[in-house]
């Protein structure tokens, strides 16, 4: 397939072709509002739409991230990157031992061992957009706990208790505070990530272990040891951080500061003296049982973060090439820890990449509207496993950052399901409702069947009836009614065409895009995808 020549940046431009008819061309602008496409197992949404639309964004040449569920995925994707000519944006990040089959098997696919430590990565941005911010950092490692606990069942958005996710939070964020001033302190490198005060989850950890304890909740060995209130890596931190404050506050002394210098340094001190009073007050003097809670939580978000894969991978330094900002300039990432191999610490390996890839997104400055601004794209097969709160607020701003989300699952059960929390419902619907093209493939989901006929409406339509009189002289009545219904019925997405060779690899769906008018006169369209895409393009 030839590469268009015309601009792939503009709104406008024309990805795919559904038939000669110009209402029929599905555009970069219907992408960047968002799809959603749905389809029980076997109904040929991956193979017959997602292939499809795959297709169209590696032809038009945007980068983008690939977040990987089945361990087929990666896989999959190089062979489209292949077919399409694209093998050499394309950036495989994942284990070692995977990247050496890759390379075996396409051998123009340049696969370097690679890294991302987000810590690192949030704490380096310039502070004009945000960067280093303590909140942000705090944020992230939140939403990867609930994400956690929504997959695991335990929970749908954190603690049923708002006392123990504030808890969490003001423990994170003193945490990190005081590993920021001790690293100043010890005037250690933030960018080496095994420097004594480095900012990491390791070093988090023995912050929070390491903290001084009461009297009251000391062992007896520990009474005995009364010397134990002035060792132990917290206050060693809290002694670096306070020697970084003394010294600062005394080179702002001498009158010749900038007004920003004060400001920023106020700032500081104001973390500094948070930080200090929950670990030598606060901290210290909580109950047993509450202080327990609280470390034992904050442990079980740190732990995997400390052996295996998250620490192998994801707190060590960061290599250029997964840097979110590498997609901005065609290269595509795939992220291939499949939740099929890495279960929990897949979904969290991802789900980290994918939080910070939208902020970075959302991030871009134009020079030019918007028209400078390469388009960029998410691809989320069996997406109900990353799904998150983010993902509503992102889609939002998606068409302005021209980002195309696509996302793929079975049915809108699995959303419900896994969004949990109070009003998941209306928070699922939320983000359906920010994305305008939704692709229905065959499914035997009720809940997904009666929410597409809803979706793509009633209208009034016209049925006739007649009736004959008994008797002799028999009369014969006709009379027109007019009543609102389903334009398809649910049952309609039930026998729609899975492809494969029964259906000569033609997959039947159902197309509607928010505010579109097909050639049909309707605001729905039955398509067949072909399973070699290759034969949809028509421009």
């Known amino acids: 397939m030839k590469r268009r020549t015309n601009d792939a940046r503009d709104l406008d431009y024309p990805l795919i072709a559904f038939s000669n008819s110009s209402k029929d061309v599905w555009t970069l602008r219907n992408a960047v509002e968002g799809v959603q496409i749905f389809g029980g197992i076997g109904s040929g949404k991956s193979s017959g739409s997602g292939k499809t639309i795959a297709y169209s964004l590696l032809n038009a040449g945007y980068g983008g991230v690939v977040l990987t569920s089945k361990m087929d995925e990666t896989v999959r994707w190089l062979d489209y990157a292949s077919e399409m000519d694209r093998l050499h944006d394309v950036i495989v990040f994942g284990e070692r031992s995977s990247l050496e089959k890759y390379s075996k098997k396409y051998p123009r696919l340049s696969t370097p061992p690679c890294y991302f430590n987000p810590i690192t990565y949030e704490s380096n941005r310039p502070k004009e957009e945000g960067g280093g911010q303590t909140s942000n950092i705090v944020n992230l490692f939140l939403t990867i706990i609930k994400m956690g606990n929504r997959v695991s069942g335990t929970g749908g958005g954190g603690s049923s208790d708002p006392f123990w996710d504030l808890a969490l939070e003001r423990c994170m964020t003193a945490a990190i505070n005081l590993l920021k001033f001790a690293l100043k302190g010890d005037k250690g490198d933030p960018d080496d990530p095994t420097a004594h005060f480095a900012l990491s989850v390791e070093n988090m950890a023995k912050v929070v272990r390491e903290a001084p304890k009461d009297k009251k909740s000391k062992t007896k060995n520990e009474k005995e ?264 019925e649910p049952h309609a997405f039930t026998v729609l065409k899975g492809g494969g060779p029964q259906n000569g690899f033609r997959v039947s769906a159902v197309i509607t895009v928010a505010g579109k008018e097909w050639s049909n006169g309707n605001n729905y369209a039955r398509i067949f995808f072909d399973q070699n895409p290759e034969k949809i393009f028509t421009l």
């Open 225 to 488: 040891e009364e010397e134990d209130d002035f060792d132990g890596y917290t206050v060693e931190c809290l002694a670096h951080a306070t020697l970084y404050i003394e010294d600062r506050e005394a080179e702002l002394a001498n009158g010749l500061a900038s007004e920003e210098d004060m400001e920023e340094f106020a700032s500081e001190k104001r973390a500094y003296n948070l930080a200090f009073n929950y670990f030598m007050h606060d901290f210290k003097a909580l109950p047993d049982d509450t202080r327990g809670s609280v470390t034992e939580t904050f442990y079980a978000f740190a732990n995997p973060f400390m052996s295996g894969l998250l620490a192998d991978y994801f707190a060590q330094g960061t290599t250029a090439a997964v840097m979110p900002e590498k997609t901005f300039k065609g290269k595509i990432i795939i992220l291939d820890f499949p939740v099929k191999k890495y279960l929990q610490v897949g979904i969290n390996a991802q789900c980290i990449y994918k939080m910070l890839w939208q902020q970075a997104v959302e991030r871009r400055e134009s020079e030019g509207g918007g028209q400078d601004l390469n388009p960029v794209f998410l691809w989320v097969d069996e997406s109900q496993y990353f799904l998150n709160q983010q993902d509503m607020m992102f889609q939002t701003t998606a068409r302005s950052s021209k980002a195309c989300t696509i996302f793929i699952t079975q049915n809108i059960s699995n959303y419900y399901a896994v969004m949990g929390g109070n009003r998941y419902k209306e928070r699922v619907d939320s983000l359906l409702g920010n994305l305008a093209t939704k692709i229905f493939h065959a499914n035997n989901d009720n809940v997904t069947n009666e929410w597409a006929a809803r979706t793509i409406s009633r209208t009034f339509q016209t049925k006739m009836s007649t009736s004959i009189a008994s008797g002799d002289e028999g009369t014969q009545n006709t009379s027109i009614t007019e009543t609102l219904n389903y334009q398809i």
